[in-house]
């Protein structure tokens, strides 16, 4: 396919789903990059190995993974010219984006109260390595919900339709990314940490 053909508005499209995809391969290589160091750092002498990830972290996985199918059907909802299913899995999708969030903060309360901090005398790093991945991760989720904000309000300004979705695509897209990413990571602290 020629990406120089096209209407304007297909040429910012492609451009615009281009540009999300080297955001995405940027944020793998910055995940691989901590992971990586969490294998090496975990041979030193100081590392926590029998630590045991809360079960919060758990019930956020399943949370995520169920947010991942309320946006696809939202997007298929839309491709349906369904408007009234697209606003429910919309803001299903957003509301279960926070209770991720919030299982996280219910994690690191439950980490604290097994004695281990981010900083400080009651740290270890294998913790400081917890802390980072989980809150960058967050970060990443909490963008997304600002980018959902910003679809739902289109979608109540009838901004998309079945031939516009463009905005519903890329938030689809970025919004299962983050899942699986944080997917990955779960597996990755429970099996390697």
């Known amino acids: 396919m020629d990406l120089t053909q096209g209407t ?3 040429k910012k499209g492609r451009a615009k789903k281009m540009m999300l995809w080297f955001g995405i391969l940027s944020l793998i290589m910055s995940f691989a990059g901590w992971t ?3 294998v090496v750092s975990s041979t030193r002498p100081d590392w926590a190995s029998e630590f045991e990830l809360p079960q919060a972290f758990l019930i956020s996985t399943i949370v995520i993974i169920i947010s991942s199918i309320t946006i696809w059907l939202a997007k298929r909802s ?3 010219s369904n408007r009234q299913m697209t606003t429910v899995w919309l803001l299903s999708t957003f509301v279960l984006g926070i209770i991720f969030i919030y299982n996280q903060f219910i994690g690191f309360q439950q980490i604290i109260e097994l004695g281990y901090n981010f900083t400080g005398p009651t ?3 294998t913790m400081s390595y917890i802390y980072l991945i989980a809150v960058v991760h967050i970060l990443h989720v909490a963008v997304g ?3 959902l904000l910003v ?3 289109n979608h109540f300004k009838q901004k998309y339709s079945s031939s516009q979705m463009l905005g519903v695509e890329l938030i689809a897209t970025y919004w299962h990314f ?3 990413l944080w997917v ?3 597996l990755f602290l429970y099996f390697v940490g």
């Open 8 to 10: 304007l508005e297909e």
């Open 36 to 38: 990586s160091a969490f």
């Open 78 to 80: 839309l491709t349906q």
């Open 123 to 125: 740290s270890n790093v």
């Open 145 to 147: 919900l600002i980018c």
């Open 151 to 153: 679809v739902i309000y």
């Open 178 to 180: 983050v899942d699986l």
């Open 184 to 186: 990955y990571l779960f």
